[in-house]
């Protein structure tokens, strides 16, 4: 019995994998002091991009940011009340060309963030891996029906 979980668990360990490591994720960095900041990367896979961008001003010095647009979508500050700022996202992208627009003012300091594109498994993938899986069961089934 422990042998029989053992393999299945090591078979959808093995199958999961295959399907998640079709596509390496992408990472990246963003900062900048200028009033508009335009990052612009490539994905070549379907994927989910996640991000945060901050920046603080304190007694009038450092960044202030206006408006965060990824993608067309416009983000909301999750600190509106503060005058640091903190912008998170996580948003579904399709293959090609994905834009981070920051506007905002220096005051003698950045804004800072970082972004990473995950691929998701493509449905053929995961169907594989789960025929792969109701194989192994489908094995081990009729292996303790002989016994």
Known sequence: MKRSLFA???AAALCVAGAAHAAEPVYGTLSGT?????????????GTLYGNLSSYLIDGVGYDIFSVVVDGVTLV??????PNDFYSFA????????????????FGGQ??????????????SLALAMTGLVGVAGALGRRRLKR
């Open 34 to 46: 200028s009033k508009s900041v335009k990052t612009v990367f490539e994905v070549d896979y379907a």
């Open 77 to 82: 500050d999750e600190l509106p009340a503060s």
């Open 8 to 10: 299945l668990a090591t």
């Open 91 to 106: 948003l579904p992208v399709l293959p090609g060309e994905h834009t981070i627009w920051v506007k905002g003012a220096s």
């Open 111 to 124: 804004f800072s963030g970082t972004y990473t594109v995950t691929p998701v498994p493509e449905p053929e």
